[in-house]
């Protein structure tokens, strides 16, 4: 494979996709590959590596700027286009080769709690409704194998939500999990010490809640655990409505315990000041935090859910939990008795991370793209059995 041409909304360094998709440009670049980025926005680590177009266009409100966005980006791959052409989600109109598949809307149409506005004004409401309706729309009308030639599910849960819901592209589904950065991400056992620095408290346990979305994420079951487990003390990092969730802390009496940081810079310091990482959530279709607080040495306390079942191994490096509080409660108490069993778990954790490295997530879709070049060249159906 000589050429890749990566089709998306935005590339960069802020949010989880356009993380991934950078390290993965990032990752080609530095493989010698010719690498074409069709985008609105893109920032990588070697600008002069990769040959950009920029897509002109608005970036709300989605009802207007997904078809906008659609249309823009097949004109100006219709003149762009390089080898092998690979988009993120149902974004641009006309076959391609490879779509990387994050999250299935039509999986979260029917999934209580999903809205994906965080706003609860009429209109809000009606535009969120809309949006969900024309990302099926799109799903229907690109997830099917006269669209491409692969389907890149970021997850083994993905992949099952695409091959039943979906199934027209059910044979072409191949899974290449999101990768973490285990070189940022990583244990210090001497991190305890910085906790007064990030504002963390000096004594008793911490265990770290990372994300926003707070309800999809049931941050609300966190905090009502902490009255069952004295010991502990929750640090939320990430956005959501802070006064509402500290005014619930305090009709419990855990207040005191409960520490919102908002987003922060180095978030890899809380992780390895941290003594647990606790994430009793709906639904995800990969759950980056877990993967980063895994790589960081921390026990982990999360649902069973996509992205997390592929790493989690109840008892070895962490707990499965549910949303209940009790259960929540009783883990925690679990780890507070036992601190051998933390370290042994937390150094399980480290140890399931490493095989989801950056590394590891650009060489699998490098081989992906090799094997479609080949199968076109030879004029064969490519073989994605994993």
Known sequence: MAS???VAHDIGPVGGMELVLRKLVDGLAARGEEVVVIARSCSVAEP?????????GPRRPF????????LAAAVTLARHRRGIVHSTGAI??????????????????????????SRQSRLF?????????????GERLAYRPQRARAFVAVSTGVADEL?????????????IANGVDTETFHPDASARASRGELGLPLEGLVALFVGSEWERKRLRCAVEALALAPDWHLAVLGLGDSRAYTEHARELGVADRVHFFGVVDGVSAFYRAADAFLLPTHYETFSLATYEAAASGLPLLATDVSGIRDLLQDGVNGFLITSDPGTIADRLRRLTADAPLRARMGRAAREASLAFGWDAMVDRHHALYERLGAAHVGGGRVGLAQ
């Open 125 to 137: 409401r009606v535009h969120a409704h809309a949006a969900a309706w024309m990302a099926r729309v």
């Open 63 to 70: 009802v207007i700027a997904y078809p906008w966005f659609a």
């Open 48 to 56: 002069s590596r990769v040959r950009v177009h920029r897509v002109r």
């Open 4 to 6: 890749v041409t990566i």
């Open 92 to 117: 641009v109109l006309g076959p391609i080769d490879v779509v990387s598949v994050h999250l299935v809307h039509h999986a979260t149409a029917w999934s209580d709690g999903l809205t994906r506005s």
């Open 163 to 175: 091959r039943e819901l979906l199934p027209a592209c059910a044979e072409q589904v191949v899974v």
